[in-house]
């Protein structure tokens, strides 16, 4: 029989939940592979108003097989808590694998793991990455060496899907995806903003607008607190 692998989801206070979920779902139906949910302090976490309880405590990890970050609202106070950064830069430094999904990767980035490397993000966070020296690319699933990427939210099972293929084969991923009827049919073609209607997408970038002003001037001001 394989060893197991570990995959380590590093979860945080107001991350999407389908960013974890999605992936978790589909991790915890492959053969051999140990997935854990963890936090700081083991504390229950809120996701899209749902609270996500029983974790094991970042900190008891001493090692995983793979790292996986995920994204959402919450990345950027994740980034400035020192306490859950020191835990993402001590386990993704001996991870084989470095992994996010949506603005997952930006946390990825803030530990210094990416610097000079490609990254997938969600698209109306993507412009970020450059301020941690990564280099942005619109795939949906983006590998550079070690590192696996996903794009926005639901990217995360297709993510899941090509990390599976990774660890366990081609085969067990496809075995895992009709289990679970993954054959998605979306009844609109709006999912990327090439692709909406150019109405849906000013709509959309007027209503975030601001707040990505925001989020921009708090990394930028992270960053050059570091630099100082």
């Known amino acids: 029989m394989s060893e197991p692998i570990s995959v380590l989801i590093a979860a945080y206070d107001e991350v999407t939940q ?14 051999d592979l140990d ?27 001493a090692s995983c097989d793979v790292l996986l970050v995920p994204g959402g609202g919450g990345c950027i106070p994740a980034i400035e808590n020192e306490l859950y950064m020191k835990e993402i830069v001590r386990l993704g430094g ?9 603005s997952g990767s930006l946390i990825l980035g803030a530990a210094g793991f990416l610097t000079g490397r490609r990254a997938a993000c969600h698209w109306a966070w993507r412009e970020l990455l450059p301020v941690f020296g990564a280099i942005v690319d619109e795939g949906r699933i983006v ?8 794009g926005g939210v639901t990217a995360g099972i297709d993510f899941a899907l090509a990390l599976i293929a990774e660890l366990r084969g081609q085969h067990v991923a496809e075995m895992v995806q009709l289990g679970l009827e993954y054959a998605p049919q979306p009844p609109f073609n709006s999912g990327r903003p090439d692709t909406a209607p150019a109405e849906i997408l000013e709509a959309l970038n007027a209503r975030t607008a601001q707040a990505r002003t925001q989020r921009r001037a708090r990394l930028e001001t992270w960053v050059a607190s570091r630099n100082v």
Not at 18 to 31: A, E, I, K
Not at 43 to 51: E, G, H
Not at 94 to 102: G, K, N, P
Not at 143 to 150: A, H, P, Q, T, V
């Open 35 to 61: 997935v854990r949910v963890a936090s700081l302090g083991g504390r229950p976490i809120t996701a899209d108003r749902l609270v996500f309880s029983e974790l094991e405590d970042l900190a008891s990890i």
């Open 143 to 150: 590998r550079d060496g070690n590192i696996l990427s996903g």
């Open 18 to 31: 389908l960013d974890f979920t999605g992936p978790h779902q589909f991790l915890s139906r492959t053969p």
């Open 94 to 102: 001996i991870a084989r694998y470095l992994t996010s999904v949506c």
